[in-house]
Antibody, heavy 120, light 107 residues
Framework: QITLKESGPMLVKPAQTLTLTCTFS??????????VAWIRQPPGKALEWLAL???????RYSPSLGSRLTITKGTSKNQVVLRLTNLDPVDTATYYC????????????WGQGVRVTVSS | SYELTQPLSVSVALGQTAKITCGGD??????VHWYQQKPGQAPVLVIY???YRPSGIPERLSGSNSGNTATLTISRAQAGDDADYYC??????????FGGGTKLTVL
């Protein structure tokens, strides 16, 4: 059974850096082809893909946010970390992590999401 | 960049058929995936690669894709189908792309 769960601060100040952790089980990011992605959803708005990391540490970033984003494997084998710098209130959203593979290019399992508010 | 266009809202009478479209330039040459999202919940994959259903998704949900339009069809609509639906493709330049979402209302 594959599960993912996001964790991180619920409130951050403008200009700060957001660090979110995705903790997963039921698969290994060491397995060839596996990947974990981050997707966000501002209140009342659409889903937006942010970043993805592959089993071999290859990474992909949203062209519109790329310079502000960093995705890495965590210190634990079953974790992926997302960092988003220079926060603005427009970054207020629910942030989800989800699983993917090199061949699928879609998200078959999702975490429950973590709501992050950017406000002073 | 590649863009996907969905109607903001679609309404369907209980027991009838709803069609939710997803438009994109030559989208028929891409694999299209669909997600259902109910209020306060994470999205759930309901159709992948145009027409395939993950385990547990009812046969009432089906997908098609041709030309510039992909379609999610929900037959015999039920109250539980009331949700937001998002299409998604992978494009070599824009990478993972979502449509703007369609709110399905079952009347």
């Amino acid at each position: 059974q594959i599960t993912l769960k996001e964790s991180g601060p619920m409130l951050v100040k403008p200009a700060q850096t957001l660090t979110l952790t995705c903790t997963f089980s039921g698969f290994s990011l060491s397995t060839s082809g596996m990947a974990v992605a981050w997707i966000r959803q501002p209140p009342g708005k659409a889903l937006e893909w942010l970043a993805l990391i592959y089993w071999d540490d290859d990474k992909r970033y949203s062209p519109s946010l790329g310079s502000r984003l960093t995705i890495t494997k965590g210190t634990s084998k079953n974790q992926v970390v997302l960092r988003l710098t220079n926060l603005d209130p427009v970054d207020t959203a629910t942030y989800y992590c989800a699983s993917d593979t090199t061949t699928r290019k879609y998200f078959d399992y999702w975490g429950q999401g973590v709501r992050v508010t950017v406000s002073s | 960049s590649y863009e996907l266009t969905q109607p903001l809202s679609v309404s369907v009478a209980l027991g009838q058929t709803a069609k939710i479209t997803c438009g994109g330039d030559n989208i028929g040459s891409n694999n299209v995936h669909w997600y259902q999202q109910k209020p306060g919940q994470a999205p759930v994959l309901v159709i992948y690669r145009d027409k395939y259903r993950p385990s547990g998704i009812p046969e009432r949900l089906s997908g098609s894709n041709s030309g510039n339009t992909a379609t999610l069809t929900i037959s015999r609509a039920q109250a539980g189908d009331d949700a937001d639906y998002y299409c998604q493709v992978w494009d070599s330049s824009t990478l993972w792309v979502f449509g703007g979402g369609t709110k399905l209302t079952v009347l």
